[in-house]
């Protein structure tokens, strides 16, 4: 067993061009995942973690660009590889499913040959044998009777069952980190469910790195060691999964936790956070979060450093919560 | 969808019995063809004969009765100049017609979908900015005067390719067509280039608004996830999903190129309908002129009742009725 | 300036173009392809006053200058610069004056339709019903055949001629255009204005022109401005087949058809220069339209 982390991202920066100049969508973010841990990402829409999940599969679609940082995948620094190189990890060491299962997959191709594609374009191997695998992935994945349904198109499946299919078609070739982007919002509740146990079931028994990224801090809480908030592009607090949700540091993950509905008593209103998000391309001076937070002083006008609360603990706030009081 | 097929149907029929009787009509008020039939120096008796003789003395309404059961038992009345059937002087230029027509498509669609799909590959590039530009001067070219600038360039200047005519036909698997000599090949490749020079921009422009809209769904972003490569993504994902709707509108767009062979066929001497009925149309050979007219017409509601059954069965309110599991 | 402020100030189809005028020759793109498009117009109209000769003038066309290569001097010792063609016609003034019968036929059909487009298109949008699905109908199996189909079918049913040519390119343009002006007068008839108008008791003939019209416009500036491009060809086309204008007040196209029997004897000029001329023609007014396409429109532009 290894120590040094399997992903580590560095300082990384990525803007979009717009007309009213750069977006910064992902701004400094430094963030560690280690072999076989689950990490959780969350964060309001437009914070920057769908695009900071996709930065790590090099996936970051013109005219935006990274423009600051490393990602160092397994001790390389992926940031410099090729179109080709990158090919040799996508899908074969790092693997992402998207948010929309009803989107994710051909509508036009049998799921079967979608498989054997995905197989295919890493490994040489035979039809029969690409067989043998695609019905182990989806027993895994708890698709009952994988034969009748290689030959299905994606419209005869219900949502879950494709969101199932995609989850398959990311374990094939049996990756060493799962990049699973709101995987489960799509679905309703009972099937998010059993698909959040199957997969940390599945992360545990394949030692495969998980990072699930999500707007909810429930799902996290149920499948995440560890966490990462993120607020205007960049990561405001960093954690483990149990200290961040009993005593938060930073003002915005208290009303995060705040706001989950499963903390409201019954009959009573739900939290929330007031304001919304600024825009990516007009950050305020000093702390972003500091319009819309009620502990907002002049010290605000600064930008936070990320502060160091104990060896597993980062918040990035200039007079951080002393743990939940 | 039986009932939709049926009102279309008899709608069709409507409108082909309609046209008959405008185009029977409106023809009578053009010219008098007997001067196409007889001898400038004939003697009145003789111009008498000939009127009785071809019905021409009859009133309009009784003349468009004859007409009428005629065409009922296939009968569409006899050509002035060539003194045959109309019908079967039309079966046998067909062929040709249709021969022409069908290069042109496979022209228009080996040249137009490539460059399509590049221009909607790379919206940006410098190479799609030309051809975007191109395009506008494209539609501009009148046609005719291409063809006959091709003639000039690669028959009179290079002498290269024969200026007319239809050349050898060969037979294969019971078909005769000039696709199988040598010298018919010769002879088709001007015609059929020009009838596909206005299509090689519709399908241009089809496959490169399908390949943007495509490329930019989320199972063409799970499939570079999967670290497909490109040339699989656009083989097996891209493809076929663009093609549904370019073979449909080509289904369409058959009609008008059979419509425009009417000026290639001009141009290059070719022996098809549209020279067929260009020449009636100036020697006021009047029941081929109706018989290609009823023809055309009858052959374009037919096409268009085609492609709405398509239509209706392609909607995925249709489809999802009929194909789930 | 945007479309959408142009929309919201104006009260009459007068203002809205004038309107419309400004902000288009604030674009350079625009205003150049304008003054192209206006430069050819003028040749067109100065034809008798700029063309070297007057090539319908058989006084001084003689058989004996027959096709002359271009630069080649005439017997009245005229410079023919494009050439000359079979008859001993010089080509450059033959153009310019076929210039000019090609930009009539387009204009005046082009006229006729819309007249009868936008009586057509208003009635359907603002009296409803079955008179509206009657319309749409016939339009809608009318653009289902290509435009030169018809106008062939047309040519052969009423003869050839310049009036004749003018009918059948108005009977093909109108469809187009009675479906545009209805579309873009139902838009507007679901605006609430609209409905005030309407309380308002004002008269039918009153909220066409002051409500309907003017919001229809813009859109119909560019319509009109593509499909004279597209009847030019059309006419260049019927006149090419020997079906459209006469022979003796030729077109641009019929210039190019008569230089077809020239073609393989080597005189390419007879034909090659009037299908430029034809070619600049409908690639400036395609280019001009499409400029304020993107203007006016500017989501349609990509």
Redesign the interface.
């Known amino acids: 067993m290894r120590n040094d982390p399997l992903l580590s991202i560095k300082g990384l920066r990525v803007e979009f061009p717009t007309q009213d100049g750069p977006l910064v969508a992902v701004n400094n973010v430094d963030l560690d995942v280690a072999r076989g841990e689950v990490l959780g990402i969350v964060g309001e829409s437009g914070s920057g973690k769908t695009v900071l999940g996709l930065s790590a599969m090099g996936l970051i679609d013109r005219p935006g660009r990274l423009t600051a940082g490393q990602v160092v995948f397994d001790g390389q620094d992926v940031t410099k590889y090729s179109e080709s190189g990158w090919r040799n990890i996508r899908g074969n060491r790092i693997a992402m499913i998207f948010q929309d299962p009803t989107t994710s997959l051909n509508p036009v191709q049998q799921i079967g040959a979608q498989m054997i594609e995905a197989l295919q374009s890493h490994r040489d191997i035979s039809r029969d044998n690409a067989r043998q695998i695609i019905r182990n992935a989806m027993v895994r994945v708890g698709i009952n009777s994988p034969d009748e349904r290689l030959n299905a198109y994606p419209h005869q499946f219900s949502g879950g069952m494709r969101q199932r299919v995609v989850i398959a078609i990311a374990l094939l070739n049996e990756p060493d980190l799962i990049i699973a982007d709101e995987p489960t919002t799509a679905l309703d509740v009972t099937i998010q469910a059993q698909i959040l146990r199957d997969m940390r079931r599945l992360s545990r028994d394949t030692r495969t790195s998980l990072v699930w990224v999500t707007h909810d801090l429930g799902v996290v809480a149920q499948i995440a060691q560890r966490v990462a908030v993120m607020y205007a592009g960049r990561i405001v607090e960093n954690g483990p999964t149990e200290k961040i949700l009993k005593s938060p540091c930073h003002p915005y993950t208290e009303g995060l936790i705040a706001s989950m509905p499963a903390n409201a008593l019954p009959g009573e209103r739900l939290h929330s956070i007031p304001g919304g998000l600024p825009q990516l391309s007009k950050l305020p001076a000093g702390c972003s979060f500091a319009p819309r937070c009620n502990y907002a002083a002049s010290a605000c006008n600064m930008s936070p450093k990320l502060i160091q609360i104990s060896s597993d603990h980062a918040v990035r706030c200039v007079s951080p919560l002393d743990g939940g009081s | 969808m039986f009932a939709f097929i049926l009102r279309r149907t008899i709608q069709s029929v409507i ?1 082909l019995f309609v046209m008959s009787l405008l ?1 029977f009509c ?2 009578n ?3 008098d063809p007997v001067d196409m039939l007889v001898n400038p120096e004939s003697l009145p008796d003789e111009i008498e004969r000939v009127r009785r003789d071809f019905g021409l003395d009859q009133p309009v309404y009784s003349q468009y009765w004859h007409f009428l059961k005629g065409a009922l038992s296939g009968d569409l009345g006899k050509s002035y100049v060539f003194g045959r059937p109309a019908l079967a002087l039309m079966a046998e230029r067909f062929p040709a017609t249709l021969e022409l027509a069908f290069c042109a498509l496979i022209i228009a669609v080996t040249i137009g979908l490539p460059l399509g799909i590049y221009a909607g590959l790379r919206p940006d590039g410098f190479a799609t900015r030309i051809m975007m530009g191109m395009s ?2 494209g ?7 291409l063809g ?2 091709m ?2 360039l690669f ?2 200047i290079l002498g290269w390719l024969p ?1 007319s005519g239809r050349g050898d036909i060969g037979v294969f698997l019971g078909i005769e067509s000039s696709i199988f000599t040598m010298d018919g090949l010769r002879h088709l490749i001007m015609p059929a280039t020009n009838l596909a020079l206005f299509k090689i921009a519709m399908v241009m422009r089809l496959a490169r608004a399908g390949t943007s809209e495509v490329m930019a ?3 063409i ?10 040339k ?1 993504i656009i083989k ?2 891209l493809l ?2 663009i093609l ?1 709707p370019i073979v449909t509108v080509i289904g369409i767009e058959f ?2 190129l059979i ?2 062979a ?2 290639t066929e ?2 290059f001497s070719w022996p098809g309908l549209g020279k067929l ?2 020449d009636a ?2 020697n006021l050979d009047r029941p081929v ?1 109706v018989a290609y ?1 009823l023809f ?2 009858a052959l ?1 509601l037919t096409l ?1 009742l085609i492609v709405d059954i398509i239509y209706a069965a392609l909607d995925p309110r249709v489809r ?1 009725q009929g ?3 | 300036m945007n479309a959408k402020d142009t929309r919201a100030a104006v009260s009459s189809p007068l203002a809205a173009l004038s309107k419309c005028a400004n902000a288009l020759w604030s674009r350079p793109s625009v205003s150049i392809s304008g003054l192209f498009v206006l430069l050819i117009a003028a040749l067109a109209v100065l034809a008798p006053l700029v063309a070297p000769t007057n090539p319908y003038d058989l006084a001084t066309v003689s058989i004996l200058d027959g096709r002359l290569p271009p630069g080649q001097k005439m017997l009245d010792g005229t410079v023919a610069l494009l050439g000359t063609d079979g008859a001993g016609r010089d080509v450059l003034s033959a153009i310019l004056w076929g210039l000019r019968t090609s930009l009539i036929v387009a204009i005046s059909s082009a006229t006729i339709a819309l007249t009868v487009g936008l009586t057509v298109g208003l009635a359907a949008a603002f009296y409803g019903g079955r008179l509206d699905a009657f319309l749409m109908r016939i339009v809608d199996i009318q653009l289902s055949f290509p435009a030169i189909l018809v106008a062939l079918v047309l040519l052969a049913l009423l003869g050839k001629g310049i009036d004749k040519v003018i009918i059948a390119l108005a009977i093909v343009q109108w469809a187009v255009y009675a479906r545009t002006i209805r579309a873009a007068a139902m838009v507007e008839r679901r605006k609430e204005y609209f409905e005030a108008a309407t309380c308002l008791e004002l008269s039918n003939g009153r909220i066409i022109w002051k409500h309907l019209l003017p919001n229809s416009v813009s859109s119909l500036i560019v319509l009109a401005t593509l499909q004279t491009a597209h009847s030019i060809t059309i006419e260049a086309t019927l006149s090419f087949l020997g079906v459209g204008v006469p022979i003796t007040e030729p077109s641009l196209g019929s210039l190019i058809s008569n230089g077809f029997d020239f073609i393989l004897s080597g005189a390419y000029w007879i034909t090659f220069f009037p299908g430029i001329m034809l070619l600049a023609t409908v690639a400036a007014i395609n280019i001009f339209g499409d400029q304020l396409r993107t203007i006016i429109n500017p989501r349609l532009s990509r």
């Open positions: 409108v185009v409106m023809i008020l053009v010219g506008v001067l539609i501009s070219i009148p046609t005719f005067w006959l600038m003639i000039i028959s009179v200026v769904q989320d199972f972003r799970f499939a570079r996830a999967q670290g497909l490569p490109r699989r097996s994902h076929p999903n549904i009609g008008t419509a425009f009417t000026v001009s141009i009925v260009i149309i100036i002129v007219l055309v017409v374009f268009n999802l194909d789930d599991t």
